[in-house]
């Protein structure tokens, strides 16, 4: 369908995605509104002016595209010309050198930026801001001087945990004023989100704070791969290295009495299990439960008929050097700090923004022309 004729002289635009906090859910907005603008006739573009992670880049000569970035285009389908390349990569090395030089300004990098939006003609251009809302000071590329810089209206998602977790939010307008067009609330328990849009939206709105969405926590979007795992702890990978793509979304503990573990075990879902390696009745009391992985710590190796058990039902079996507790907080780490990088989560994702936010306020403050 053809786009409607109330634009005729359509401008290239831009909209940050932007948060408080890092690793509040920037990539699953960006994933499911370029969708929804992408059905309706858009072309859109998305972008990351501060890279965080460019592994494949680093391996060629090419424009430097964030890792996020590629794997959204790849879902969405986008060209590589949709992919906007960002201006900076930061790092440990490169934030010692820009501190050690004084070096604060985002340069040309950001010029270009500016000139490419405003050459992109009938296009929207989507761009995730750097972690949190003052991430980036040392590239000059925070959300809040992108967003100043280019004059874009930016949407913010936020973790929502109570009334409280408005405060950054009002620091957040301060900082942005007008050009802070919606918020997007993140995490809340799925049964507190009737309560949260009936009570609390009409008066986030009232302080200058539009809601275009409140989303339930996911335990798939938190989730962690097996392989992630892998390397966090420097496991040694028993069996089933085939199947390090599995999804872990729960962690259980394993150093009750065989019993109590079996009814617990029963009661979880998509589990990893850390247990001593001399717990071999635990062990194979989670093989026989929603087990993603089992973890041994401690001394010993298992026992034979434990490894054949595990291969039998696909399960990799781990091994670390870390004791349980450390074990523990390493995994715990992992959880909701981790890439969209798996297909089945960008599309939950797709289905979470598709019921729970409404993008329509966005098309009016950017004047985008859509299909009718």
Known sequence: ??????????RSSALLIGSCEPFSGKSAIVLGL????????????IGKPLADSAELSNEGAGPLIDDDVRFVGQILGLSDAQLVPSVHLQGAAS???????????AGSGLAQLQADLEAAGDQVTILEGAGGLNDGVLYGL??????????????????????????????AHAQLGSLLCGVVLNGLPPEQVDAVRADLVPALERLGLPVLGVMPRSPLLRSVTVEELVRRLEAQVLCCRDRLDLLVETLSIGAMNVNSAMEFFRRR???AVVTGADRTDIQLAALEASTQCLILTGAGEPLPQLVSRAEELEVPLLKVEHDTLTTVGVIENAFGHVRLHESVKATYAFRLVEEHCDFEPLLTRLRLPIAA
């Open 95 to 105: 934030a010692r050198e820009r501190l050690l030089a004084g070096d604060l300004q």
């Open 34 to 45: 370029a969708r929804q603008w992408l059905q309706r006739g858009v072309s859109v573009r």
């Open 142 to 171: 925070s959300l809040v001087q992108v967003a100043q810089a280019l004059q874009a209206p930016v949407v913010l998602v936020h973790s929502w945990s109570g009334c409280q977790s408005v405060e950054p939010l009002l620091q």
């Open 269 to 271: 879902r998509n589990m």
């Open 1 to 10: 369908m053809g786009h409607d004729s109330a634009f005729p002289h359509a």
